[in-house]
């Protein structure tokens, strides 16, 4: 059986996600949501002002991704965002990992150990030969 | 023996220069469980037996005074002019016949024996007396009236030099610096639970809950003690106040918000179904202590301000009263059908109604009818693993 990885696109969200800027944001990934199981990350490291119109626009982005089987997972959340994101109580919805990063290994977790293994083996370079 | 007292009450430099202040007042003047810290000092000075207080603030804000306050004169100066007019006050307590004069600066909260503070001063002959809290100097001295030249070096040094020698008084007892956020908190978890002496205002109508004068609390709204809720402040349908919060006058909770362990300033108002903990909230800011972060939140769909004028307060319910009912009639005709929330219980596992279109959105992890599909004895060993 031959399995082909998919791509998972890391997505920096800007400084201030206000109504306006959420529409642009939502349009900018949009042609990522509506591919087949989509696998997304959006990175909110940068993110000083979140409003209720931003947090709308994650769990549409998170709904149109459960959709078509794929999921959506936020990463390095900027104390800003998180304390929005725990005062609308929507901080339980989400996936969250500390870095981008992680966030895209963990799409990783429900392949199969050996595919798993040959994934670790292609990413490790290859150990030098001892003197 | 004729004892006055001065208190200040000024922003402190650092404090004007905070990025994201809690409130343009200084902490003293803020609310706390009903009063603010310079009308819990007065009074305190008031059961000490001193009926003549002098307060001055170098801000706009007017010092309400009560009818258990009277005998305080309340003044407000420009910052630039504020020491100036504390000397000129402190010169018109002493032609006023006062013998010693207590200059409290606001500053942080504390509850001094001013008894003992008074008989120290006496027994030491000093001219100046400082109050000190392990070993910490702070800005509450006694001064005997006649010793003019004393007083002005320390007004004109901003009270941190003394001219002649200065024995410290060493308080034992309650003190909050008042600086942030978090010793707001603290003061008011501190006079909720009865740590300090002086207590919240208001009537205790259930044992732990306070509530002031048309403070209202609607059907279905559950408030646990200990907890505070100010002057015409509303609690609306399905919010919860928990854990030590404190909800101060005009403030509003929306439904089917939860506030624990948090303090709403006045004139604050929250979102429907927000989940606000170990938080001060402020004008349009909010200061997370556990995050130990202060975030501006310019959604006023979340956090937002309550009219403050009366007329303006008028003016507003008689427009929302007159466009309820079309309103309704409008959603009825034309709008879409909404499921009715069956309990408290599932109200406050969805997200915000403040999310609009989104609210609705339901995750796995928050499907509380697949749970209620199963008895409550079932032991769900691996609820999420692989099937």
């Not at chain 2, 009074?43 to 001193?50: C, S």
């Not at chain 2, 109050?131 to 070096?153: H, M, T, Y």
């Not at chain 2, 809950?209 to 279905?220: L, N, P, Q, S, Y």
Request: hydrophobic share 40%.
């Amino acid at each position: 059986m031959e399995t082909i990885s998919r791509p998972v696109v890391v997505k920096r969200m800007p400084e201030r996600l206000n109504a306006r800027a959420a529409r642009e944001f939502l349009r900018d990934v949009q042609p990522f949501l509506v591919t087949d199981r989509p696998q997304l990350v959006f990175d909110l490291s940068q993110v000083k002002q979140l409003d209720a119109a931003g947090v709308e626009m994650l769990l549409r982005c998170m709904s149109e991704a459960h959709k078509r089987d794929g999921d959506l997972k936020l990463a390095s959340l900027s104390p800003q965002a998180a304390v929005v994101l725990e005062l609308t109580r929507t901080e339980r919805l989400f996936e969250i990992y500390d870095t981008s990063a992680d966030a895209v290994r963990s799409f990783s977790g429900f392949l199969p150990n050996a595919m798993r293994q040959q994934l670790l083996h292609r990413q490790q370079p290859p150990a030098p030969l001892a003197a | 023996m004729d004892i006055r007292a001065l208190v200040l009450v000024s922003k402190a430099v650092e404090d004007a220069a905070d990025p994201m202040p809690l409130s343009a007042l200084a902490p003293a003047l803020l609310e706390v469980a009903g009063r603010t810290a310079v009308q819990r000092m007065v009074e305190r000075l008031q059961e000490f037996g001193i009926h003549s207080t002098t307060v001055i603030a170098d801000s706009d804000f007017l010092i309400a005074t009560d009818g258990n306050q009277q005998g305080t004169t309340c003044q407000t100066t420009p910052r630039e002019r504020f020491w100036r007019a504390a000397e000129n006050a402190f010169s018109d307590l002493a032609q006023e016949g006062a013998e010693l004069v207590l200059l409290v600066h606001l500053g942080g909260y504390a509850e001094i024996n001013l008894e003992k503070f008074v008989q120290f001063h006496l027994d030491q002959h000093a001219r100046v007396t400082q109050v000190s809290v392990q070993g910490e100097p702070l800005q509450i001295f006694c001064i005997s009236a006649s010793r003019r030249n004393d007083a002005a070096s320390l007004f004109r040094s901003q009270l941190t030099r003394c001219r002649s020698e200065c024995p410290t008084f060493e308080h034992n007892g309650y003190f909050n610096p008042l600086r942030e956020a978090r010793d707001l908190r603290q003061l008011t978890i501190d006079i909720l639970t009865l740590k300090t002496e002086t207590k919240p205002s208001g009537i205790e109508v259930r044992p732990g809950v306070w509530m002031e004068r048309r403070a209202v609390i609607e059907k279905g709204a559950r408030v646990l003690a200990p907890a505070f809720i100010g002057a015409f402040a509303r609690v609306r349908t399905h919010a919860v106040i928990t854990r030590c919060s404190s909800v101060e006058h005009h403030a509003e909770i929306d439904c089917g918000s939860v506030v624990e362990n948090s303090t709403v300033l006045p004139y604050c108002s929250i979102g429907a179904g927000l989940d606000v903990a170990h938080s001060v909230i402020g004008a349009g800011v909010l200061a997370n202590l556990r995050r130990n972060v202060t975030v501006e939140i310019a959604d006023r769909k979340l956090i937002g301000f309550v009219v403050a004028g009366r007329g303006q307060r008028f003016l507003s319910a008689a427009f929302e009263l007159a466009a309820y009912l079309p309103k309704q009639m409008w959603r009825g005709v034309f709008g879409p059908s909404q499921p009715q929330q069956r309990d408290l219980r599932t109200a406050l596992h969805n997200t915000s109604p403040s999310l609009g279109g989104a609210a609705g959105y339901q995750a796995s992890a928050c499907d509380t009818d697949a749970a209620e599909k199963f008895p409550s004895t079932l032991a769900v060993a691996r609820r999420y693993g692989d099937h």
